[in-house]
């Protein structure tokens, strides 16, 4: 009866310290993501103002929703004004898409 207690109390131990680890991991995985949101496209350009971007940040994007002529997105590094803005682009000036953006340091 002892041996199953003591099992039973490292597990929930285990248990306790495995939610803790959790709960710290989701803390700082939001706090390196600096920010998210959508920007629309017009003539295949938008600049998006944030005060959470600078420079070496990485960019992510997807379409949200597709209108126009698609082109492919990019977010170039150069477009990055530190804790101000950056630019997304399409390759095609027909592409009028809402985008999804996420920054990432």
Do not use: C, H, M
Not at 81 to 86: I, K, M
């Amino acid at each position: 009866a002892q041996i199953r207690q003591e099992i039973s109390d490292t597990a929930t131990q285990i248990r306790s310290e495995i939610a803790d680890t959790a709960s710290s991991l989701y803390t700082l995985i939001n706090a390196k993501v600096s920010a998210s949101g959508t920007a629309t496209l017009s003539s295949g350009t938008v600049t998006v103002a944030t005060d959470k971007v600078l420079t070496g940040y990485k960019i992510y994007l997807s379409v949200n929703t597709p209108s126009g002529t698609q082109g492919f997105l990019s977010a170039p590094t150069g477009s990055i004004v530190d804790a101000t803005s950056f630019v997304i682009n399409s390759t095609n000036a027909g592409d009028n898409s809402t985008v999804n953006w996420w920054i990432a340091p």
